[in-house]
């Protein structure tokens, strides 16, 4: 696995190892997205994991973050309910999905955690014709409980990080690229 910072973001770069299936949600995978999450299996099965880590948050605090040196890939056993997605929701349903068909090596992969209670860094984005915010919180709810979602098909949120040159930008933008060989995630 390697990292590649970004030069401009404010967000620095720290990763976990965990369980695919102890990391929450708040979004499922509806006819909007089977098509996007379809195009991440085809892309895993021809050349491996490619590209930005799937980010998480911790839920109610920022104890991992805070604890965690830059760039070590610890692996972590965590359990359900303490994380949560900020982004990447198809890349993880379609790393599910594999191991489902029995075909992903490990169900262990790299995260990016971010501090989602750093509001100088990090903010919740949400969009939708009625301006309807969604707290940290209320998303946070959804990582407790399985099977709980924010579903509401007028939403998006996302998450955007502040960079150096005064822009928000979507926390994909500031995630450093990782890699692992087909031969290491695939069976």
């Known amino acids: 696995m390697q990292a590649r910072n970004s030069d401009k973001t404010l967000l620095i770069p720290k990763f976990l190892i965990v369980d695919i299936y102890k990391i929450g949600t708040h979004e499922i995978v509806n006819n909007v997205h089977e098509n996007q999450t379809s195009d991440v299996i085809k892309s895993l099965l021809k050349s491996g994991y490619k590209g930005p880590a799937i980010s998480v948050f911790e839920v109610r605090k920022d104890i991992l973050y805070d604890s965690l040196a830059l760039n070590l890939f610890n692996k972590f056993n965590i359990e359900y309910g303490r994380i949560g997605v900020a982004d990447g929701h198809n890349r993880l349903e379609a790393l599910k999905e594999l191991n489902m068909q029995g075909k992903l090596k ?34 946070e709810s959804c990582f407790i409980e399985e099977n709980k979602t924010m579903q509401d098909f007028k939403n998006t ?11 928000w930008r979507r926390i994909r933008e500031a995630q450093p690229d990782i890699e692992i060989p087909l031969k290491e995630l695939i069976n």
Do not use: L, M
């Open 106 to 139: 490990t169900r262990f992969i790299p995260v990016q955690i971010i501090p989602a209670r750093k509001s100088e860094i990090v903010a919740i984005k949400v969009e939708n014709p009625d301006e309807k915010k969604w707290t940290i919180e209320q998303i």
């Open 157 to 167: 949120s996302h998450f955007e990080v502040a960079f150096s040159d005064g822009i």
